[in-house]
């Protein structure tokens, strides 16, 4: 049963004003609240750790199929679209760590909250919704990046060794991974929204989830695609978020191309975090409670 009432949308349009517009100017001045929120999301990822280690491990599982499916490719070719077996092997390590951090979306739990009417008591805080969300997500990343990147970094120096580990591209590597957590998140708060016209979360969890690995370059190297699927994914910016931190570190960019895609990475964040400030302002400002 639906139950719209115009007193709590001109309140939620009222508190979506002051905790958008005026909070993001005073980020600053909130940010041991904010810092508050990182202890949280970290805690509430140790708390659901088992939905962090069933995540990773289907990652895991994913990343050693196409270990095997490429280790078979090149058995035949020494090269296959740029790419050599030692270039593809540090490939799929590195795009199973960035495609672990970060992974635990939150567009399920903001349906159950709209649901319920919770999101109200979001609205109510004195703080940015979003920031809300960025700071609590980014508590839970710090524990994912802590288990993965020892997990990963132990079977990549078993495999491949240091003689590839070069320090100015891990700088970039870091720096990138950094921001793709950014587009990531940017991402996830756009198809979050969605949650506001539709009571089917699942889907929108999922679409969001074929989309991001699929055109980031979770599966398979965007260099791997047609020439035009891949022209295409170039004016997306999903690639920022897997694929350029992978090129980065395994060297098929130059340091040249490297600033130019983390310049490119900044640029669909501000852009990504500006659409999403519009689609916020529409999504609460036609919020319906529901109940009974």
Known sequence: ??????????????VYRFCMEGND?????????????????????????????????????QAIVLYYVWKSIFAYQDVVNGYTWEIMRQYVFVAFLCNSVFSMG?????AERIVKGDIILDLLKPLSYRG?????MLGTAGMEFAVTFLLVGSIYLTVNGVKYLNGIRILLFMIALLLGMGIKFCIQYIFSLMCFYTDNSYGVTKAREILTNFFSGAL???????????????????RGIIYTPC????????????????????????????LGTLLGKKAFGVISMYGG
């Not at 049963?1 to 009222?14: L, N, P, R, Y």
């Not at 939150?106 to 903001?110: A, K, R, V």
């Not at 980065?248 to 669909?268: A, C, E, K, P, R």
């Open 1 to 14: 049963m639906e139950i719209s009432t115009e007193g709590a949308i001109t309140k939620v349009s009222f």
């Open 25 to 61: 100017e005073n980020m600053i001045k909130n940010t041991k609240k904010y810092l508050a929120y990182i202890r949280c999301g970290f805690l509430e990822g140790c708390a659901y750790r088992s939905t962090f280690i069933t995540g990773m491990l289907a990652n895991f599982i």
């Open 106 to 110: 939150f567009e399920m739990s903001i």
């Open 132 to 136: 809300m969300l960025f700071f609590r």
């Open 220 to 238: 398979i190297p965007l260099a791997m695609f047609p020439d035009t699927l891949r022209r295409i994914v170039d004016y997306l910016p999903f």
């Open 247 to 274: 090129c980065i570190f395994v060297g098929t960019y130059s340091i040249h191309d490297s600033l130019t895609n983390i310049l490119m990475q900044v640029i669909w964040i501000l852009f990504l975090g500006f």
